[in-house]
């Protein structure tokens, strides 16, 4: 497996949460920085947060900046992203790569809808 699998989409109203995972190949992703990005229909693919290898580094868009929490578990090969006070706005289907990333290693994504 090269490519992430990435799962934990769904449908959630507005101020809700949702917990995405990103599985990995660790042999591929071993040592990078980690992203989650998102893209909404009729726009551009967009970076949403990052995490370093060792996880004590993380960033994240103004737009999800105090509502999203990156994390990674080295040992499960496994990055997160918990979503909290969610709006209508961060409706997408949500890639996690490496940050940046690597062209040929998109996945399927997953979907979130945050509706009412």
């Known amino acids: 497996q090269v490519q992430p699998v990435e799962s934990g989409g769904g449908l959630v109203q507005p101020g809700g949460s949702l917990r995405l995972s990103c599985a990995t190949s660790?042999?591929?992703?071993?040592?990078?920085?980690m992203g989650w990005f998102r893209q909404a229909p009729g726009k551009e693919r967009e970076f949403v947060a990052a995490?370093?290898?060792?996880?004590?580094?993380?960033t994240y868009a103004d737009s999800v900046k105090g509502r999203f929490t990156i994390s990674r578990d080295n040992a499960q090969n496994t990055v997160y992203l918990q979503m909290d006070v969610l709006k209508p706005e961060d409706t997408a289907v949500y890639y996690c790569?490496?940050?940046?990333?690597?062209?040929?290693?998109w996945g399927q994504g997953t979907q979130v809808t945050v509706s009412s």
């Open positions: 995490i370093n290898w060792s996880g004590g580094g993380t």
């Open positions: 790569n490496t940050h940046p990333p690597i062209r040929d290693r």
């Open positions: 660790g042999r591929t992703f071993m040592g990078y920085t």
